[in-house]
């Protein structure tokens, strides 16, 4: 479990580093830039999560979960960059 939460802590702070990149190349000023950057990339990691899902037969319900997951927590993280901008 330990493993799992280290490697689980360490690609949320790659994936923020990553959508701080991509706010400085869009040039994101302000809050509400943040939140839809985050939500654009948000869903696109949904979108492309959606592929291996069906492979894995993966139940909708949690898919669901999954996706939100991540389509959440990139919105509070460009929420976040977007502020410090």
């Known amino acids: 479990m330990g493993k799992v939460m280290s490697g689980s802590i360490l690609m949320a702070i790659v994936n923020s580093f990553l959508l701080a990149i991509i706010a400085g190349w869009v040039n994101i000023e302000g809050l509400i830039d943040g939140l839809w950057l985050g939500l654009?990339?948000?869903?696109?990691?949904?979108?492309?999560?959606?592929?291996?899902?069906?492979?894995?037969?993966?139940?909708l319900k949690l898919y669901m979960i999954t996706a939100g997951f991540h389509v959440i927590s990139m919105i509070i993280a460009g929420i976040i960059i977007g502020s410090f901008a």
């Open 40 to 59: 654009v990339v948000g869903l696109v990691i949904a979108g492309t999560s959606a592929t291996n899902a069906m492979y894995e037969g993966m139940k």
